[in-house]
């Protein structure tokens, strides 16, 4: 079975900071990993993912995401953050080639950016 | 842009009434989910569907759960009998062909069971 991890409830960041938020995984084979951001009285939009290649990935708004595989994380990081990223992230996770396969979710991390 | 829709934004419905959901996944898509969201906790896989046919189901997809695709653009979640633990955002997501790896998600439902 998958699982994903995020080990924070809350992050809270000064507006101009960099951000980082955790993500682990547990996956049969190679995964496919993504994040989206969730925000109030909204559905899931998708941020970024990682399928194959470079470990870092780019993705909407600034955000990128490291995959590293021996420590089986997918931390999404931005390099400066804004009072406008505050919103609910999640992080989730699909073996490679599973076709129409559903996402396992994290439980996900509030973002909270002050200004 | 695309985007999935997903309709009533809101609905609200007695303990053992049947109600349907509703899902219009970006146009060339092809495969299509639900997931539900229970207040304050996380997004779960419901069901997967591609050509007319379910491709996978969680153990949460029980028989009081179906889907349909009606016609060329609709895609629809039908609960039988809802039950107070039924009451959540569901969530329809929609993949292009040849990008199975990307789900696009709607804005969501919020069902609430009396």
């Known amino acids: 079975a998958q699982s994903v991890a995020q080990p924070e409830d809350q992050v809270n960041v000064a507006e101009g900071n960099p951000l980082t938020v955790k993500c682990t995984y547990s996956?049969?084979?190679?995964?496919?990993l993504f994040w989206y951001v969730q925000y109030p009285n909204r559905g899931l939009q998708f941020l970024l993912k990682?399928?194959?290649?470079?470990?870092l990935v780019k993705g909407s708004y600034g955000f990128e995401a490291e995959f590293n595989k021996s420590q089986t994380s997918f931390h999404l990081k931005k390099p400066s953050a804004l009072v406008s990223d505050s919103a609910l992230y999640f992080c989730?996770?699909?073996?490679?080639?599973?076709?129409?396969?559903?996402?396992?979710f994290g439980k996900g991390t509030h973002l909270i950016i002050q200004p | 842009e695309p985007e999935v829709t997903q309709t009533p934004s809101h609905q609200v419905t007695q303990m053992g009434q049947e109600v349907i959901l509703r899902c219009v996944p970006i146009?060339?898509?092809?495969?299509f989910y639900w997931y539900r969201q229970i207040l304050g906790q996380k997004v779960e896989f419901l069901v997967s569907?591609?050509?007319?046919?379910?491709?996978?189901k969680s153990e949460i997809f029980d028989d009081q759960f179906s889907v349909e695709r009606p016609d060329g653009s609709n895609f629809t979640l039908k609960i039988r009998s809802t039950k107070l633990e039924d009451s959540a955002m569901y969530f329809c997501?929609?993949?292009?062909?040849?990008?199975?790896?990307?789900?696009?998600f709607g804005p969501g439902t919020r069902l609430t069971v009396l």
């Open positions: 997501a929609s993949t292009h062909p040849g990008h199975t790896d990307t789900q696009y």
């Open positions: 996956v049969s084979g190679n995964p496919y």
């Open positions: 569907f591609y050509n007319n046919e379910i491709s996978e």
């Open positions: 989730a996770v699909r073996h490679y080639g599973g076709g129409a396969d559903g996402l396992t």
């Open positions: 990682y399928i194959t290649g470079d470990n």
């Open positions: 146009s060339n898509h092809l495969y």
